[in-house]
């Protein structure tokens, strides 16, 4: 909100400088902006949170400053030295108590529209309003110096019985700015015996709007309900000085004062006279009152502060303090109409410590046990891969969850099937990435003017299946790495990774599938932990399925070194056509206890077929080998390798 | 003259010769012949354009244009699909040049980069740990009951505008903040509670130097039977110090969230003399508490919530925050 720094010296004394003033603001909560200076007028930009619209004015703001600076406030000029006839307004008929529930209203006669006097005019310009005629802009003025909103119609275009009700689905009302709307169930209107003419709250009707012609007026300070307001708004997708106000909850006490200041203004400014009464309707509002415990501000602020010193800082706030008939150690607390938003002893908490000074606290550290909470005790499996990735010359991305269509199509994925979002700001950010390869491969083409890229992104994959576990769209941790190194570098990555877990893995071809779900996957118990797939233009791409990875124990064992010396031979051979390494290497495996392990040595391509040397490792964990065990176990595999048709190549 | 049935043997041939091209250097005469700047065979084409008659003209140039452009790609394909083998020999040729000269320049190993928002976010979990915090993450996907009303931000409540949100539906929508693991961790454990909760939250703003659609966030949450907010206060000038180095100088100010009350807002002092905005903070609201099955009367607590991004832009000096999501080697491997 703008605060033209004159404007709020009408109500308070300022003794500091605006930057002095900024921070003392600023410390008790409501934040500036930006100090700026339009046509030499110092203006001060307030961030004020939704809590506190009774600050959305010029003398709330006032309120809080001589609060601040221990200065005197001064009441708004609303003094009316006409009498006032005796004759009744125009009647509002209100169809529900709930949507308005208090309001004033009084009809103003004689009225000359033409242009604002100057002074009112720059206040206005200085607090971001646009300046229309001498009479919207009293009301607009009263509403930013009051923070109550109000209306002005011309009486000479409405005929006869006002009704204030809510609106009809589809009903529509062309409102000041020649809009037509289309309104939402339940938005507040006011309608005269032939048409809509007001949307209320948020805009004037075109057709009630006061005119160069105008001659008369009736004027509606209204208290509206915040929740009807703002679905309005938000459905109307109109937002106004008043609707920001009126949703919130206001002084239900302000507004027969802000008519009787807007009725001064306009008698002073537009030549008005005052053709009826100043009516006020709505319940009586008794200040509200609240009990609170004095050993709150120690158990909850941490702050030791006496009776005095409580009273010292809310007194300047609007509170009344007394002792509580209830219970010594309490304080009845009465609350200014103006404070909405104090209900529940904590808020009056919040009083006191940001007056007090956030600043001026003790800085302890907490003093209760430290919980051991069952996640206390499981592994950090994420920061333990990243750290081998890293080790291996991976570096860490991180793209947006949040793809475009071309990305989907890009990797044949149809966006039918693709979790997305309603109302996307921009196209590319429209659906939730169902896997981690789109922006691992938007890093490989970033930096396509290198060779060598590493990376590893570790973030959720999603997908519009529904999670039984928690009825949302399924969203699974996951492990993408990308890499322009060789296959079976990347491939070794992945087995390294994998190799931290208690896993018992099965390797095997996966084809058939998108570019990225074919090669090879591998499971524990069925479920796949990992694949690796070659992609186009060299590239190697590797996952992880950490939702399932999670559950796993680490694989921690150390393994001694055996006692007994292994005996290592080198077997060369030629693949049977459409033949897998991984089928001759775990046949090789299974032909006998003594084979321990069996590692590819080398592998070209000689007349036109495979020819692979395969390294093998026999060792028993108990005995020396003999040559004997050796030739026997070697008679084995190459028996078993006749069967399957790979010849041993005797070369 | 030129004519286009030319035009068309040479692509031909030219696809051919590139697909035949087993090495980088095949692949560089083939280049040359073609492309070559003084006696290429499309270069030649071009200087015959001007000879050309204005129909003749409008009817070939665009197809050679389009020669030379796929005579251009294709050969930059080929390049990329070759560098599998080249690439090794390069490294290895770069570095075996030894010169005798104790001078020459060192070679940059080859190590993976860490991301410097997940960094920050592990020095966070780092700082916290020493004071007993815990970490657990969940659901991006959220319910607006966790998201929102359970935080006392219900669907009517005008500060709902401050968080724009992505909904996927009326009821579930893209999480604007880690709260939702707030509740979700409070409604299954029982205090004492001492937990972050790091994780991606989602944002419906335009895209900018200082906004973007998701982004990481870090909240804390503390519930005991016994804390203040001077001990908030006394761990958030904890955790600046550590964070930032001991010099550093927070200050702290009121501010407003549903979901606390007493709310504060934290700046820590840059060393450009600026004071910034590091995160929000406040006792846990008691109705939250209560609509998390914990007894108002009996715990209180308080919690956190601040930007890794933003915490790493102070940190280093980082003027956009877009470039945490460009993941542009010449920005990550500072980290």
Excluded at chain 1, 200 to 212: C, F, Q, R, T, Y
Excluded at chain 1, 243 to 260: G, I, Q, V, W, Y
Aim: some cysteine; proline content about 6%; glycine content about 6%.
């Amino acid at each position: 909100m703008l605060v033209p720094l004159s404007w709020l010296e009408e109500f308070v004394r300022i003794s500091v400088r605006p930057e002095k003033l900024a921070e003392k603001l600023l410390f008790s909560g409501t934040k500036v902006e930006e100090i700026s200076k339009i046509n030499g007028e110092t203006v001060l930009n307030l961030e004020i949170t939704p809590n506190r619209p009774d600050t959305l004015s010029i003398y709330g703001v006032a309120r809080e400053v001589a609060a601040l600076l221990g200065e005197d406030l001064k009441e708004p000029d609303a003094d009316l030295i006409a009498a006032e006839p005796s004759r009744k307004p125009l009647a509002l008929k209100i169809s529900d108590k709930k949507l308005c529930p208090a309001y004033s209203v009084v009809a103003l006669g004689g009225v000359f529209v033409k242009e604002s006097p100057d002074w009112m005019k720059d206040y206005l310009v200085a607090a971001g309003v646009r300046s229309i005629n001498n009479v919207v802009d009293v009301t607009n003025f009263v509403m930013l110096e009051l923070g109550q909103p109000m209306h002005a119609f011309d009486t000479g275009k409405i005929v006869v019985n006002l009704t204030l009700r809510g609106a009809k689905k589809g009903e529509k009302v062309t409102t000041l700015d020649s809009i037509q709307r289309e309104l939402p169930e339940g938005a507040i209107i006011i309608e005269d015996s032939e048409k809509l003419v007001d949307l209320a709250g948020l805009m004037g009707g075109e057709n009630s709007e006061v005119d160069e012609n105008t001659k008369e007026i009736l004027l509606l300070v209204p208290l509206y309900d915040p929740v009807a307001i703002r679905k309005a708004s938000l459905f109307t997708n109109l937002r106004t000085e008043a609707s920001n106000r009126f949703e919130k909850k206001l002084d239900p006490t302000m507004h027969p004062t802000a008519a009787r200041r807007a009725v001064k203004l306009l008698i002073e400014n537009a030549n008005a006279r005052l053709t009826s009464q100043i009516t006020s309707f709505g319940a009586i509002i008794l200040p509200k009152t609240l009990e609170f415990n004095l050993s709150l501000v120690k158990e909850v602020l941490g702050i030791t502060l006496s009776t005095e010193d409580l009273i010292n800082l809310l007194t300047p706030l609007g509170f009344r303090l007394q002792a509580s008939p209830l219970h010594e150690e309490s304080l009845s607390v009465s609350v200014p109409a103006h404070r909405t938003d104090i209900i529940i002893p904590e808020d009056i908490l919040e009083e006191i410590g940001r007056t007090f000074g956030y600043n001026n606290f003790p800085k302890t550290l907490p003093s209760g046990d430290i919980p051991l909470q069952k996640e206390v005790f499981e592994p950090d499996i994420e920061s333990l891969l990243r750290e081998n990735l890293l080790r291996a010359g991976f570096t860490e991305a991180t793209g947006y969850t949040l793809v475009s269509e071309k990305d989907l199509t890009d990797f044949s994925i149809d966006p039918e099937n693709t979790l997305k979002v309603l109302h996307p700001t921009s196209s590319d950010f429209e659906y939730l990435r169902p896997t981690l390869l789109i922006n691992l491969v938007k890093a490989l083409e970033t930096n396509s003017s290198r060779t060598h890229l590493n990376f590893f992104e570790i973030g959720k994959e999603f997908s519009t299946a529904i999670d039984p576990s928690t009825n949302l769209p399924s969203q699974k941790l996951a492990l993408g790495l990308i890499s322009t190194n060789s296959y079976r570098e990347v491939k070794g990555v992945v087995e390294r990774l994998l190799s931290l877990f208690e896993l018992s893995i099965k390797e095997k071809i996966i084809e058939g599938g998108r570019l990225w779900e074919s090669g090879v996957e591998y499971t524990n118990n069925s479920n796949v932990v990992a694949k690796v797939s070659k992609l186009p233009k060299n590239a190697v791409f590797g996952w992880l399925n950490l939702d399932y990875l999670q559950a796993v124990s680490l694989s921690e064992k150390y393994t001694p070194k055996p006692k007994f010396p292994p005996v290592i031979e080198d077997i060369s051979l030629f693949l049977p056509p459409k033949f897998r390494l991984v089928e001759i290497t775990e046949a090789i495996k299974s032909c006998d206890r003594l084979v321990f392990h069996v590692e590819l040595f080398d592998a070209f391509v000689k007349s036109g077929k495979q020819s692979v040397t395969l390294r093998i490792h026999y060792q028993d964990p108990n005995k020396t080998l003999t040559e004997h065990e050796v030739s026997t176990a070697r008679k084995k595999i190459e028996k078993t390798l006749q069967k399957l048709g790979a010849g041993v190549r005797k070369d | 003259m030129i004519s286009s049935k030319q035009i068309n043997d040479l692509l031909r041939s030219l696809a051919k010769e590139v697909s035949n091209s087993n090495s980088s250097e095949e692949l560089e005469t083939v280049r040359i012949k073609y492309l070559g700047r003084r006696q290429g065979i499309i270069t030649n084409l071009f200087k015959e354009i001007p000879k050309l008659s204005l129909k003749d003209k409008k009817a070939l140039v665009p197809s050679l244009n389009s020669l030379k452009q796929e005579a251009e790609s294709s050969i930059e394909e080929k390049s990329a699909s070759l560098e599998g083998t080249p690439k090794v020999s390069k490294a290895k040729t770069v570095s075996s040049v030894d010169v005798d000269d104790p001078t020459v320049p060192g070679i940059k190993p080859q190590v993976g980069h860490e991301h410097p928002t997940i960094k920050v976010i592990n020095e966070i979990k780092e700082i916290f740990h020493y004071l007993g915090f815990g970490w657990q993450d969940g659901p991006e996907v959220e319910f607006d009951l966790y998201n929102f009303q359970k935080l006392r931000l219900h669907k009517d409540h005008p500060a709902r505008d401050t968080q724009q949100t992505y909904y996927l539906t009326e009821e579930t929508l893209l999480r604007t903040q880690t709260s939702n693991m707030q509740i979700r961790y409070m409604e299954n454990h029982k205090p004492p509670l001492r937990m972050l909760f790091p994780g991606r939250v989602y944002r419906r703003e335009q895209i900018d130097a200082t906004h973007l659609p998701s982004f990481y966030q870090v909240e804390g949450l503390l519930v005991d039977k016994k804390t203040t907010m001077s001990d908030l206060i006394g761990v958030i000038d904890f955790f600046a110090k550590k964070m930032f180095g001991k010099k550093t100088k927070i200050r702290v100010y009121g501010h407003h969230f549903p979901y606390t009350e007493p709310s504060i807002e934290v700046e820590v002092l840059h060393s450009s003399g600026r004071w910034l905005e590091i995160m929000g903070a406040g006792m846990v609201h008691p109705e939250v508490l209560k609509n998390c099955r914990i007894d108002p009367k009996v715990y209180r607590g308080w919690a956190f919530g601040m930007g890794p991004e933003r915490i790493a832009m102070l940190k280093y000096g980082i003027g956009d925050i877009r470039l945490f999501y460009s993941n542009d080697l010449t920005f990550l491997e500072q980290f």
